[in-house]
Nanobody, 128 residues
Framework: QVQLVESGGGLVQAGGSLSLSCAASGITFSRYGMGWFRQAPGKEREFVAAISWSGGSSGYADSVKGRFTISRDNAKNRMYLQMNSLKREDTAVYYC?????????????????????WGQGTQVIVSS
């Protein structure tokens, strides 16, 4: 079965950095576009970043552009999110997601409904 497992969350001070990882199994990872979403308490899940199957295209929410970097390693079936200059408002549960069916398009997708599989999430808490 398909599994997406996030790791790397934790508690960090504002201005600090964290690196999230998403390990995928049960899918042909190199043919799936991937994305990161987050959900803060009392808020709806929101788009953070996405990357195409090849890594050749990526996109970011305005709120994280210039601070976060999405990447992937198809040989390791993993996707990453490097988060720098963290702010308190980045506090949320971060989810990785996989979307299939559009290969070999290099488009990236910002809507949660466009994704087929989801991980369980990893908590990120940014303290002041």
């Amino acid at each position: 079965q398909v599994q997406l497992v996030e790791s790397g969350g934790g508690l960090v001070q504002a201005g600090g950095s964290l690196s999230l990882s998403c390990a995928a199994s049960g899918i042909t990872f190199s043919r799936y576009g991937m994305g990161w979403f987050r959900q803060a308490p009392g808020k709806e899940r929101e788009f953070v970043a996405a990357i195409s199957w090849s890594g050749g295209s990526s996109g970011y929410a305005d709120s994280v552009k210039g601070r976060f970097t999405i990447s992937r390693d198809n040989a390791k079936n993993r996707m990453y999110l490097q988060m720098n200059s963290l702010k308190r408002e980045d506090t949320a549960v971060y989810y990785c997601a996989a979307e299939g069916g559009r290969y070999p398009s290099e488009m990236v997708y910002r809507n949660s409904w466009q994704y087929d599989y989801w991980g369980q999430g990893t908590q990120v808490i940014v303290s002041s």
